[in-house]
């Protein structure tokens, strides 16, 4: 089972650099300033393709796929301005323009989300992982080049508040949030962009 998840590792990392390499060649023909949704629709020719969809209320969850399997995921009220930033296009700095209408994007108001307080709230119990998804976030910890490791250890400590008696952190990947933190921690370092 540790060798599949290796595998599973080196498909993730694969994938992301089929991303980033599909990015940058995208990025250097296009014209910073492009709309960001013409320029989306030119990104079909590397491979890219994206939708948009409700997310909680009065955002929208903006997803850019590639063909290699990565994905990126951006959250706002703006649809052009969460698509330049999924494509690292600059917005131009004019007065605002209308947002051109989409046909499979729905219609969400512009309005600014409520602050929320997530801080005082406890933080529940995310699922607990299966022996294989345990086995495949440990691999792609092991699979970090040691500066990226201790960087990620540090981050990982601090996200979860572990311990500063606990000497690994292994044998605390047990949920479904630490997977996810790992992939987000891991898909940042190799210079993607991540979801949340």
Not at 133 to 146: F, R, S
């Amino acid at each position: 089972m540790q060798q599949l998840s290796s595998e599973l590792a080196l498909r993730a990392f694969e994938a992301d650099a089929s991303f980033s390499a599909a990015l940058a060649k995208f990025q250097a023909g296009v014209d910073p300033g492009t709309n960001p949704v013409q320029a989306a629709r030119a990104a079909t020719a590397h491979g890219f393709s994206w939708l948009a969809r409700p997310s909680c209320p009065n955002l929208i969850e903006v997803r850019l796929r590639h063909s290699g399997g990565a994905d990126a995921v951006a959250e706002g009220t703006s649809l052009t301005e969460l698509l330049a930033g999924l494509l690292g296009l600059a917005l131009a700095t004019e007065a605002p323009t209308a947002e051109p209408e989409v046909a499979a994007a729905p219609v969400v108001p512009q309005v600014e989300p409520e602050p929320e307080q997530v801080a005082e709230q406890p933080e529940a119990l995310s699922p607990l992982l299966d022996e294989q998804q345990k086995a495949t976030a440990v691999a792609m910890c092991k699979a970090m080049d040691p500066v990226t490791r201790k960087a990620f250890t540090i981050s990982f400590r601090d996200a979860f508040r572990v311990d500063r008696d606990a000497r690994s952190i292994i044998p605390l990947i047990t949920e479904l949030r630490h997977l996810e933190f790992i992939d987000r921690f891991s898909v940042e370092a190799a210079g993607g962009i991540s979801e949340k």
